[in-house]
């Protein structure tokens, strides 16, 4: 932009990048497909490193063996689906842009933001989530938004400002 008197270039970048993190167990935690991802190293005027993700779609794994319908239950707690943990896919997110700081540490989704629970029988309906934004954490298994969402399964729609969601125990709050 002849306009900027400072170009911001990304130090690296990928196109039709497909990238795979493990948990501390060594077991598979979630992959990225991105249509492009531009890197930024640390730099004077940024402490951290980050990678901005086009088109993202993210794919997070259950890597627990147990299926304990008990959950930490409140009156604005709700268990969502109660699937076999078996190490297959448990949710799938994607939006139009992301970023991505310090290897994934945190994930900011951002633009028509889907997140869908992957139904464990092909003939249930999935649980969708719709925002327009929604933090990620992959390591904590851990996902929030200060933003209005809405959450649509086979039985209801819940519309709502803010969320909290356990991708590992399947509550949302």
């Known amino acids: 932009d002849a306009t900027t008197s400072v170009q911001q270039y990304p130090d690296a970048f990928l196109t039709h990048s497909k990238t795979s993190q493990y948990n501390v167990q060594g077991k598979l935690s979630h992959t990225v497909i991105s249509k492009r991802s531009n890197y930024y190293e640390p730099k004077n005027n940024r402490p951290e490193s980050y990678t901005l993700l086009t088109e993202p779609k993210f794919a997070f794994y259950d890597d627990t063996n147990t299926n ?22 448990a949710w799938r997110a994607s939006s139009e842009i992301a970023k991505s700081i310090n290897n994934d540490e945190e994930v900011l989704l951002s633009g028509n933001v889907l997140l869908i629970q992957q139904p464990h029988s092909s003939n249930e309906i999935p649980t969708t989530i719709n925002s ?12 929030e938004t200060d933003k209005p969402v809405m959450i649509k399964d086979a039985t209801s729609v819940t519309t709502s400002t803010g969320l909290t969601l356990s991708l590992d125990t399947n509550t949302v709050e």
């Not at 327009?132 to 996902?143: G, T, V």
């Open 68 to 89: 304990d319908p008990t959950s930490k239950d409140s009156s604005t707690k709700k268990r969502i689906n109660n699937a076999p943990k078996n190490n297959n896919i």
């Open 132 to 143: 327009e934004q929604l933090l990620i954490n992959p390591n904590l298994q851990y996902a």
